[in-house]
């Protein structure tokens, strides 16, 4: 079944730890999405990615990085200048069309130890 | 600017009617609308384009006016499976990619 994959499910970071999120799809999709959810707020746009090798800053995109080498995988870092990194995040893809419905993965948990 | 959601939380019985809605501060060129349950990944409801176009899923329907850069999202004889956050993401304008959520409307279903 055609889908995405997030990895790892919970995960824990150290003070002045970076750590990486994975996100992988077998959609085909040209676009693909990182957002944060805190508790009670809607997800928030940190980076975004519309074709391999190219990368946009979404509205919070400080203390955060990602690359896309290859069109399925879109990797997020949470660098150590992420002061406030515990939150839900979620992965997302869609074909280039600009009014295609974004499909979500099932998240990451990251908490700080 | 984040799109505003009413109310923040309803609770019905099992079979009544709700309505969510979704209201800008800007021009609206689509409004994508998304159930999540808790702890689980947003699931696309349906997409609303400008032309006050009236779509439907299940017995969910929506509706949006660009004039009142406003939409709406219908719940019709509500069922348990309906519960969860509901959240409204509009576009940004020009060239720019990816959707600006609301803060989510919460739906709680009893039997």
């Known amino acids: 079944d055609g889908g995405i994959t997030q990895s790892p499910k919970y995960l824990f970071r150290k003070e002045g730890q970076n750590v990486t999120l994975s996100c992988e799809q077998n959609?085909?999709?040209?676009?693909m999405y990182w957002y944060r959810q805190d508790p009670g707020q809607g997800l928030r746009l940190i980076y975004y990615?519309?074709?391999?090798?190219?990368?946009q800053k979404g509205d919070i995109a400080e203390g955060y990085s990602v690359s896309r080498e290859k069109k399925e995988s879109f990797p997020l870092t949470v660098t150590s200048a992420q002061k406030n990194p515990t939150a839900f995040y979620l992965c997302?893809?869609?074909?280039?069309?600009?009014?295609?419905?974004?499909?979500f993965g099932d998240g990451t948990r990251l908490s700080i130890l | 600017q984040q799109p505003v959601q009413s109310p923040q939380a309803v609770i019905l019985r099992e079979g009544e009617d709700a309505v969510i809605n979704c209201s800008s501060s800007?021009?609206?060129?689509?409004v994508h609308w998304y159930r999540q349950k808790h702890g689980e990944a947003p699931v696309f409801l349906m997409i609303?384009?400008?032309?006050?176009e009236q779509k439907g899923h299940e017995k969910i329907s929506a509706s949006f006016n660009e004039k009142k850069q406003q939409s709406s999202l219908y719940l019709t004889a509500s069922q348990l499976s309906y519960s969860g956050t509901y959240f409204c993401?509009?576009?940004?304008?020009?060239?720019?990619?990816?959707?600006?959520f609301g803060k989510g409307t919460h739906l709680i279903i009893q039997p």
């Open positions: 609303l384009l400008k032309g006050g």
């Open positions: 959609l085909n999709h040209d676009a």
């Open positions: 993401g509009t576009p940004p304008p020009g060239g720019a990619d990816g959707l600006t």
């Open positions: 990615s519309q074709i391999v090798n190219d990368f």
């Open positions: 800007k021009a609206l060129y689509s």
């Open positions: 997302a893809s869609k074909r280039a069309a600009r009014d295609q419905p974004q499909h």
